[in-house]
């Protein structure tokens, strides 16, 4: 079985790294290779790394044709993902639609026995509560989105489950929260993402370091690796979309009274921010890791507590570039 991984940033270096420890050899497509960032994450001699564009179907077609990929994990993304995508709309459309229809199109041609997509939890807290329909927070809710990113997440994830009505494809999606972790490069994931980045280096460099007045939930990117990789991996599968989550929401003080206990000297700063622009006014509500549980085994392994302790003693050794 050869994985094949599209994006090396944040989430696709840790999945390589599952798929390393699982003595297999994956192939990393990667638009902009960061050979420095990822090899702090994972050993490069021990993956196949291919600079190559998603919406290059020809790229996608010689990749999976020269290294006799069978199964597909798709990461790639923009920078900024939601703000990003606000700001610039047609490359996260083109990437986001458009390289995810080049990822099921190869698929289904060259019959990969599986395609897992990267998909969010935008799509329970970027709706618009006039015309949604759905319960909040499954799996099944019907969303209408509010912001260019989460249409494009939906809209991505509804090819793939047509897909795999009409063609057959064994497509899955997982559905993550706002994800961090270690990580040296560009990139890196959406705005809250960089805010804990900017928030735990800071920390130990003794800057003031601004947290955000906001309850929120994240997932550790070792976890949503690990969910990623059991979602690719897994037999007699139910369901095709899955959350995958810390399955907790922690509060301000909780993240300062966290992080203070693994940078005692952190000098930290309350933001108070409005609320949320996207988030249509809903209370935040953790999302359901049920499904995931059952199916594929799933048990996030990073609360907020030991996620941060991990974190930072892996800052601690691979200080970033000033
Ligand atoms: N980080 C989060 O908070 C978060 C939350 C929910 C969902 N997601 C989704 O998870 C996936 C991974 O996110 P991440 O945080 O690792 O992002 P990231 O920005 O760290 O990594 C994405 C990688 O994709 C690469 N890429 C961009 N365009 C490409 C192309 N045309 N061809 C090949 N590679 C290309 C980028 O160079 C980058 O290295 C994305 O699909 C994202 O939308 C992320």
Redesign the pocket.
């Known amino acids: 079985m050869t994985v094949l991984i599209?994006?090396?940033?944040?989430?696709?270096t840790q999945i390589a790294r599952l798929e390393v420890e699982r003595e297999e050899r994956p192939v990393v497509?990667?638009?902009?290779p960061q050979r420095d960032a990822m090899a702090q994450l994972v050993d490069l001699d021990r993956i196949e790394l291919v600079q190559?564009?998603?919406?290059d179907p020809f790229a996608l077609a010689r990749a999976i044709q020269e290294y006799n990929v069978t199964r597909i994990v798709h990461?790639?993304?923009?920078?900024l993902?939601t703000a990003g995508a606000q700001r610039d709309p047609l490359p996260a459309i083109r990437?986001n639609v458009m390289?995810t229809t080049h990822v099921l199109e190869a698929a289904r041609i060259f019959k990969m026995e599986r395609v897992v997509f990267?998909?969010?939890?935008v799509l329970y807290s970027s709706m618009n509560p006039a015309v949604d329909s759905g319960t909040a927070y499954t799996e099944e809710a019907l969303p209408r989105p509010s912001t260019i990113y989460a249409t494009t997440k939906l809209a991505a994830e509804n090819l793939g489950l047509n897909y795999a009505r009409w063609y057959g494809l064994d497509f899955v999606a997982v559905r993550?929260s706002?994800?961090y972790g270690p990580?040296n490069g560009r990139?890196?994931?959406?705005e809250?993402?960089q805010l804990m980045r900017q928030l735990v280096e800071k920390a130990l460099k003794g800057e003031e370091a601004v947290y955000r007045d906001r309850p929120s939930e994240m997932v550790y990117s070792k976890d949503a690796a690990l969910g990623t990789a059991l979602a690719c991996h897994a037999t007699g599968l139910k369901s095709r979309v899955f959350n995958i989550t810390s399955g907790a929401i922690f509060q301000p003080d909780q993240l300062v009274r966290e992080l203070k206990r693994v940078v005692p000297n952190a000098r930290l700063k309350r933001e108070e921010v409005p609320p949320d622009w996207m988030a249509a006014g809903r209370p935040p509500q953790p999302m359901d890791l049920t499904r995931a549980r059952a199916e594929l085994g799933y048990e996030p392994q990073f609360p907020l507590p030991k996620a941060l302790a991990d974190y930072v003693a892996w800052i601690r050794q691979h200080p970033p570039a000033p």
């Open positions: 599209i994006g090396s940033g944040l989430v696709g497509m990667e638009l902009q190559g564009d998603v919406l990461t790639a993304a923009n920078p993902l990437l390289g990267c998909s969010s939890s993550y706002a994800v990580w990139g890196g994931g959406g809250p993402s």
